[in-house]
C-alpha cells in the first residue's frame, strides 16, 4: 500500500493495445481488467485464441528494479522445478521486462511492464475447500519455500525489504495506523495483538527458521482445476510482488489465514493445512509456538491497511474490503478462544488428517 494518489496505473484499452504490438509483437481480440491493489492487470486474448496478462507495476515499484528482476527470476526458478508458478515471457528485444513512459491522466510516469502466462483454472476462493485441496495448499507452499532457499541470484540482497509493512516481521509497523480505526470495536483487539507479538513474537523469531517467503499466499492467488481423483488440484501460483526474506512459519500462517477468509468453517481450515506443510517441513517447538499470533497478525495487517487504503481510493472500496469484512468476525472470534484453544484445534486436527491418509 502506498501513500502517494498517482501511484497505481490507469491505462485505458487503446493503450494496452499499443504495447501489446509494440513490445510483443502480438495484437489482442480482447482486453479484460483483472483486480489488483496497487498495479493494473489485464487479461489479453490475441488474434490467435493465445491467453497472456498484461501486468503494469505502480509507479513506486516500478523503480525498484532489482526486486522486480528477481522476483521474475523466481518465478522461473519454481516453474523450472515442477511448481505451477506463472512466468513473465520475452518481449521482441529478448526482455523480460520494460520501462515504459506512460501517460495515465496525471502526466507521464514510467511503469514496468511485464507479459505473464495466462494459467488455467479458477481461483481457490471460488470452490468449497474440502480438506484434501487444504492438505495440498499446505503442501504446495512449504514446497515453494523449500526450492526457493536454493535459489541463488546477484539481487537477493534486494529481498531485505526492512519497513515492508506486510513482512510478518513488521507487525508493529500497524501502530501508526491505528487511529484509522478510531470507533471500530475491534481496534482494541489489534492492539492487543500487537503487544502480544512484540513480547512473545519477536524475541523468539531467533527460533525459527528463515527462508524467503512468496508472502502473499492467497485466496485469489492461488489456481485450481477439477481433478478426478482429488476433487481439485492446485494449477497456478499466482503474483509475487510481496516476495521478501522472512521464516517459513511466516508462509504457513499466511496460507492459514487467507483460506480461513473463504471458509464456512473457518477453524476447520489449519489441521489439513498444517498436516500438508508438516509433510514437508515438520514445523520445530519456537515455530509450533508463534503460529497462533503469527495468523492474528497477518488478519491485523489485511484489517488496517485496507482501512488505510479506503481512505487513499474510496473509489475501490469494494475491492480492497474484500478480506477485511470477514477478517475481523475471524480475527475476534480466534481471540475468543485464546491460544491454547486453537493450538490444541489445529495441531489436533493435523495429526488426526495425517494418520488417515
Known amino acids: 500500500m502506498y501513500t502517494g494518489e498517482n501511484v497505481k496505473p490507469n491505462l485505458s484499452q487503446p493503450q494496452v493495445s499499443e504495447l501489446m504490438g509494440r513490445l510483443y509483437g502480438l495484437g489482442p481480440s480482447k482486453i479484460c481488467p483483472l483486480p489488483s491493489y496497487d498495479d493494473q492487470n489485464f487479461h489479453v486474448v490475441v488474434s490467435d485464441g493465445g491467453e497472456y496478462v ?16 528477481l ?12 511448481l505451477p508458478a506463472q512466468t513473465a515471457l520475452p518481449t521482441l528485444t529478448g526482455h523480460m521486462m520494460s520501462l515504459q513512459d506512460i501517460e495515465c491522466g496525471s502526466g507521464s510516469q514510467k511503469y514496468l511492464v511485464r507479459l505473464l502466462t495466462y494459467l488455467p483454472g479458477n481461483t481457490i476462493s471460488k470452490i468449497p475447500c474440502s480438506p484434501q485441496i487444504l492438505y495440498q495448499v499446505g503442501r504446495t507452499a512449504a514446497t515453494m519455500d523449500t526450492v526457493l532457499s536454493k535459489m ?34 475491534s481496534q482494541q483487539v489489534v492492539k492487543e495483538v500487537i503487544e502480544l507479538y512484540k513480547k512473545q513474537v519477536l524475541p523468539n523469531l531467533s527460533s525459527c527458521r528463515k527462508c524467503i517467503n512468496h508472502g502473499d499466499f492467497n485466496d485469489l492467488n492461488i489456481l485450481v482445476e477439477p ?3 482429488a476433487g481439485y488440484r492446485i494449477s497456478g501460483i499466482l503474483d509475487f510482488a510481496d516476495m521478501s526474506s522472512g521464516y517459513y512459519v511466516f508462509e504457513l500462517a499466511i496460507a492459514i489465514m487467507y483460506l480461513m477468509i473463504e471458509s464456512p468453517t473457518p477453524l476447520e481450515v489449519g489441521g489439513p493445512l498444517l498436516a500438508g506443510w508438516e509433510s514437508v517441513i515438520p ?5 509450533r509456538d508463534v503460529l497462533y499470533l503469527l495468523v492474528l497478525g497477518r488478519f491485523c495487517q489485511s484489517l488496517v491497511m485496507a482501512r488505510h487504503c479506503v481512505t487513499l481510493h474510496p473509489e475501490n472500496k469494494e475491492y480492497l474490503m474484500i478480506t477485511a469484512r470477514t477478517g475481523i468476525r475471524h480475527l475476534s472470534h480466534l481471540w475468543e478462544l485464546g491460544k491454547e484453544a486453537v493450538d490444541r484445534k489445529w495441531f489436533q486436527a493435523a495429526r488426526e488428517y495425517t494418520d488417515r491418509k
Request: proline share 7%; aromatic share 6%.
Open 54 to 69: 498484461l501486468k503494469v507495476m505502480n509507479s513506486v515499484d516500478s523503480q525498484n528494479l532489482a526486486l522486480l528482476e
Open 152 to 185: 541463488e541470484h546477484p539481487n537477493l540482497s534486494a529481498l531485505k525489504r526492512e519497513n515492508f509493512i506486510w513482512n510478518l516481521s513488521n507487525i508493529p509497523l500497524l501502530e501508526p495506523y491505528l487511529p484509522l480505526m478510531d470507533g471500530d470495536p
Open 227 to 229: 481433478d478426478s481423483l
Open 283 to 287: 514445523l520445530n517447538e519456537a515455530e
Open 71 to 82: 522476483q521474475t527470476h523466481a518465478m522461473s526458478f519454481l516453474h523450472e522445478r515442477g
